[in-house]
């Protein structure tokens, strides 16, 4: 399994500010993703977080809005820029490991953003 | 601190018969609970919630049934058919705890 460690775990922040979110793993991992949990909405993957190359986007999301770091395969941040209330989410660090002849994905505890 | 735990990360059942897949949790301030539901290559989806104040939820053929007292929940799936055959996360909503997943084959 997986460890992961998320900071911070909640933040209230004003409109038009940035919030970095840190993940720690563990363990070393190849994949690494952010999710974003929106009241009454699914899990949403925002982007796939790549070590030594930018990451990688779903469909809506941006690299200017939501800038990912990903200096080594234990450790990653996620940048929510120019805040609206709109972007007040639950926002998830996962990993994916490889166990075997199966892979495995592991959730950090999240953190909560809320923006006034 | 694992506050949502899935004990068994695989289970194997037949077409038509019931899957159960459960999850226990250790934070009795937990109030709301979704099961999410993950195909390879792709992200979780929802598949059904129960909130605390419920011991049953049903959609479907998907049933989840909450336990205050024994923390702990279960999702039923009858019948099971292949297409089920997934990675299936239990989730408290608080701090969005996720338990570390189920894999369910079911088999034709």
């Known amino acids: 399994s997986a460890v992961i460690s998320q900071k911070p775990s909640r933040d209230i922040c004003q409109r038009g500010t940035s919030l970095t979110i840190q993940c720690q793993v563990d363990?070393?991992?190849?994949?690494m993703f952010w999710y974003r949990q929106q009241p009454g909405q699914s899990l949403t993957l925002i982007a796939t977080?790549?070590?030594?190359?930018?990451?990688?986007?779903e469909s809506g999301f941006v690299i200017d809005k939501f800038p990912i770091s990903r200096p080594n395969l234990t450790f990653s941040t996620l940048t929510v820029s120019n805040m609206s209330p709109e972007d007040s989410s639950i926002y998830l660090c996962?990993?994916?490991?490889?166990?075997?002849?199966?892979?495995?994905?592991?959730f950090g505890p999240g953190t909560r953003l809320t923006v006034l | 601190d694992q506050q949502v735990k899935q004990n068994s990360p695989s289970l194997s059942v037949q077409e038509g018969r019931i899957s159960i897949l459960n999850c226990d949790y250790t934070?009795?301030?937990?109030?709301?609970f979704l099961w999410y539901k993950k195909y390879p290559a792709e992200g979780p989806t929802f598949l059904i919630s129960?909130?605390?104040?419920?011991d049953k939820n049903e959609d479907g053929r998907f049933t989840v049934f909450l336990n205050k007292s024994a923390k702990h929940l279960s999702l039923h799936i009858v019948p099971s058919q292949p297409g089920d055959s997934a990675v299936y996360f239990c989730a408290a909503e608080g701090d969005m705890r996720f338990g570390a997943g189920t894999r369910l084959t079911v088999k034709p």
């Open positions: 363990s070393q991992v190849t994949m």
């Open positions: 934070n009795s301030m937990f109030d709301y």
């Open positions: 996962s990993v994916e490991t490889s166990g075997g002849a199966v892979n495995e994905q592991f």
């Open positions: 977080a790549n070590q030594g190359s930018e990451a990688t986007y």
């Open positions: 129960i909130s605390s104040i419920k």
